[in-house]
């Protein structure tokens, strides 16, 4: 496995899991509870995580020899609840 799958792999997994910890546990606290610690505490990780898991895969590409629309893919996913673990299935094992 070379060294940018392995780092992409990884975050591509955190980008996953964050997003699911800012959908589905920081956003209902917000607008149930009044209150938004846990989307400001969660937020600026995961947009740092997506500008990562973004930039990494449009470096690895070539690597990959992944056409526009297999690139394309990827990048949807980044803002797609679990799609980064399908990408992690589908197109990095």
């Known amino acids: 496995m070379t060294q940018m799958k392995l ?3 990884i975050v ?3 980008e996953g899991v964050s997003y699911l910890l800012l959908l589905f546990i920081a956003t209902p606290v917000k607008y149930l509870y009044d209150n938004p ?3 400001k505490l ?10 990562l898991y973004v930039a990494i895969a449009i470096v690895i590409k070539k690597d990959f020899n992944w056409s526009g629309k297999d690139l394309g893919i990827v990048l ?3 803002i797609i609840p679990f799609g980064t673990f399908y990408v992690d299935k589908k197109y990095l094992r």
Do not use: D, T, W
């Not at 969660?42 to 500008?51: A, D, N």
């Open 7 to 9: 780092i992409f792999r």
């Open 12 to 14: 591509s997994f955190l």
């Open 37 to 39: 610690e846990y989307v």
């Open 42 to 51: 969660l937020g600026m990780p995961h947009g740092l995580l997506f500008m």
């Open 76 to 78: 949807l996913c980044a």
